[in-house]
């Protein structure tokens, strides 16, 4: 069982930056595709980036192309979200996800994950 740690979340003011940082306690990220989502009060979880570097492939929603960064450290079993130019719409709680994958997919539709963390929580003040 994979269990996957979320940390990195907090206040920032409008225009800053935070870097989110998703820890797994067990297996190997070569096997996964790993992503990041969010979710703000009263809106539907959104897919925001996806990673599998043994295949070097990245996805990024519209929504956050151009901000934010993802990105993986293998040997530590870390994977990141670097985020700036944050806005107050970015609020939200945000989790990161996995699912074992062959070969270079990607999954945006947070059914298609196995393995959640707890989420962290990122407010953008204006």
């Known amino acids: 069982q994979v269990r996957l740690v979320e940390s990195g979340g907090g206040l920032v003011q409008a225009g800053g930056s935070l870097r989110l940082s998703c820890a797994a306690s067990?297996?190997?990220?070569?096997?996964?595709?790993m992503s990041w989502f969010r979710q703000a009060p009263g809106k539907v979880r959104e897919f925001l980036a996806g990673?599998?570097?043994?295949?070097?492939?990245?996805v990024y929603a519209d929504s956050v192309k151009g901000r934010f960064t993802i990105s993986g450290d293998s040997a530590k079993n870390t994977v990141y979200l670097q985020m700036n130019s944050l806005k107050p719409e970015d609020t939200a709680v945000y989790s990161c996800?996995?699912?074992?994958?062959?070969?270079?997919?990607?999954?945006?539709?947070?059914?298609?994950?196995?393995?959640w963390g707890q989420g962290t929580q990122v407010t953008v003040s204006s």
């Open positions: 996800a996995g699912v074992v994958t062959s070969g270079p997919v990607f999954y945006t539709r947070q059914d298609n994950y196995d393995y």
């Open positions: 990673i599998r570097w043994s295949a070097a492939l990245t």
């Open positions: 067990a297996g190997t990220f070569n096997n996964y595709f």
